[in-house]
């Protein structure tokens, strides 16, 4: 089973900024996509983020403009640099991979909490 690292998750003020992170193994090399999502309370989860193996990004309407994904290919690492930070992106964010060969996998989610 592949498992995916994430972290940077945490407490910050409307306004403020976080960056996540989340890495891959290094024997998975045929991504093509990655992408994060994320989960409010008692709502379904839903696509924020995500980058494609030739960088097309795409961006859920509510995070466009303050969220920003990125990819390091020799870390084998997906960024997600999220600014402007309101409460009603609280949430737990998860980091997703699909490969050329079928695999999907998921990590194991990191809480993101924007409050005063």
């Given at each position: 089973?592949?498992?995916?690292?994430?972290?940077?998750?945490?407490?910050?003020?409307p306004?403020?900024?976080?960056?996540l992170?989340?890495?891959a193994?290094?024997?998975?090399?045929?991504?093509?996509?990655?992408?994060?999502?994320?989960?409010?309370?008692?709502?379904?989860?839903?696509l924020?983020?995500?980058?494609?193996?030739?960088?097309?990004?795409?961006y859920?309407?509510?995070?466009?403009?303050?969220?920003?994904?990125?990819?390091?290919y020799?870390?084998?690492?997906?960024?997600?640099?999220?600014?402007?930070?309101?409460p009603?992106?609280?949430?737990?964010?998860?980091?997703?991979?699909?490969?050329?060969?079928?695999?999907?996998?998921?990590?194991?989610?990191?809480?993101?909490?924007?409050?005063?």
């Amino acid at each position: 089973q592949v498992q995916l690292m994430e972290s940077g998750g945490g407490l910050v003020q409307p306004g403020g900024s976080l960056s996540l992170s989340c890495a891959a193994p290094e024997s998975i090399t045929d991504f093509n996509v990655m992408s994060w999502h994320r989960q409010a309370p008692g709502k379904e989860r839903e696509l924020a983020a995500s980058i494609t193996s030739d960088n097309y990004r795409r961006y859920a309407d509510s995070v466009s403009g303050r969220f920003t994904i990125s990819r390091e290919y020799a870390k084998n690492t997906v960024y997600l640099q999220m600014n402007s930070l309101k409460p009603g992106d609280t949430g737990v964010y998860y980091c997703n991979i699909r490969t050329s060969t079928g695999l999907d996998a998921w990590g194991r989610g990191t809480q993101v909490t924007v409050s005063s």
